[in-house]
């Protein structure tokens, strides 16, 4: 049975998109910081970081429109990978709501109330999220 992802360039396009959510949680949110808010374009955001990815990891991905990208964000809904709820506050993947460095600060905060407070619940968590994360 074919469908709409047997084609080599849509599967890739599909993975590319999961790769940017997961490489750049948040990847779309508007930017406080912006001069302009009203102007922001939440998908043309994914786009960019889209091919980002897609040079980052050496594979020649063809400029998509708008609607492709949002079938895309459709399938990923069906699937559970994206929640079915407005994502104001930029995409990210499941639970994976932080990047690399944001996680480090919120563990070693974290670290610090176990320790120092001597929570034995807070101290369960970190250990079981420090033998999720290997260490």
Known sequence: MAHSYAALSAFERLLLLIATFVRYPG?????????DSNNHDTLQLVQLYLQKVAS??????????????QKDLKILRRY???DRRPYRWGYYVGRGLMNREELQVALNALHS???????????????RLMRRLGG
Do not use: F, W
């Open 80 to 82: 559970g990978l994206l």
């Open 113 to 127: 109330q176990a320790r120092y407070q001597e929570d034995p619940q807070i101290k369960r968590i970190y250990q």
């Open 56 to 69: 980052e990891l050496n594979v020649k991905l063809p400029p998509y429109s708008r609607h492709t990208i």
């Open 27 to 35: 990847v779309g949110c508007i930017d406080p910081m912006q001069s």
